[in-house]
């Protein structure tokens, strides 16, 4: 079964609006993660939930959990050009890895 | 900001023939991890790496794949004989005992 998959799976906003983007998964977790990949690059980590955790800010990024719902959701707030990446949901549910989503394309229009 | 560094950045290799990807994780981390990325495709977890042994690895990691760390400060992972579908970007990882996993920039793999 696929764990952590993401919609839309593209996304095209106007630079300054927000954009949200939505992670589902199946299993239970210890804690759920948000990458961002520029095109090529490496992933660089954004913020991390715990399953305890309903919600967590970080700057410009706002992440929530819902474990009834098993899903989560990525805001990121007066969106700016350089925003334009790939945005991936990655859950830790054992101590030996993480499990990607098929992410997130988001385009902020100038 | 320490940060995992991975080298090269790029490797072109023949079918069949060797590779070794390395990795230079955060000094004080203490596991390791390989992931990779078939283009366009999600992040997939190869192997885990903990106390000098292998934790966890996936139905990708078959025979052909090995990983070290031959010394302080090195993880390596080794294709025995690449196939043209080990053509993907490597990723490598490593956290200390807390959650997050630091990834490093990627060897992007190309065999012909």
């Known amino acids: 079964s696929q764990q952590g998959e993401e919609d839309p799976q593209a996304l095209s906003i106007q630079e300054g609006e927000n954009a949200t983007m939505n992670c589902s998964y199946k299993?239970?977790?210890?804690?759920l993660q948000w990458y961002r990949q520029n095109s090529g690059r490496g992933l660089v980590h954004l913020i991390l939930?715990?399953?305890?955790?309903r919600e967590k800010h970080s700057g410009r990024l706002r992440v929530t959990l819902d474990t009834s719902k098993k899903s989560s959701s990525l805001l990121i707030t007066a969106s700016r050009a350089a925003d334009t990446a790939s945005y991936f949901c990655?859950?830790?549910?054992?101590?030996?890895?993480?499990?990607f989503g098929s992410g997130t394309r988001l385009s902020i229009r100038p | 900001e320490p940060e995992v560094t991975q080298t090269p950045s790029h490797q072109v290799t023949q079918m069949g023939q060797e590779v070794i990807l390395r990795c230079v994780p955060i000094?004080?981390?203490?596991?390791f991890y390989w992931y990779r990325q078939i283009l366009g495709q999600k992040v997939e977890f190869l192997v885990s790496?903990?106390?000098?042994?292998?934790?966890?690895k996936s139905e990708i990691f078959d025979d052909q794949f090995s990983v070290e760390r031959p010394d302080g400060s090195n993880f390596t992972l080794k294709i025995r004989s690449t196939k043209l579908e080990d053509s993907a970007m490597y990723f490598c990882?490593?956290?200390?005992?807390?959650?997050?996993?630091?990834f490093g920039p990627g060897t992007r793999l190309l065999v012909l």
């Open positions: 990882a490593s956290k200390s005992d807390q959650e997050t996993q630091y």
């Open positions: 299993t239970s977790i210890n804690n």
């Open positions: 939930i715990r399953s305890n955790e």
């Open positions: 990655a859950t830790d549910s054992s101590a030996s890895k993480i499990i």
């Open positions: 000094s004080n981390h203490l596991y």
């Open positions: 790496f903990y106390n000098n042994e292998i934790s966890e």
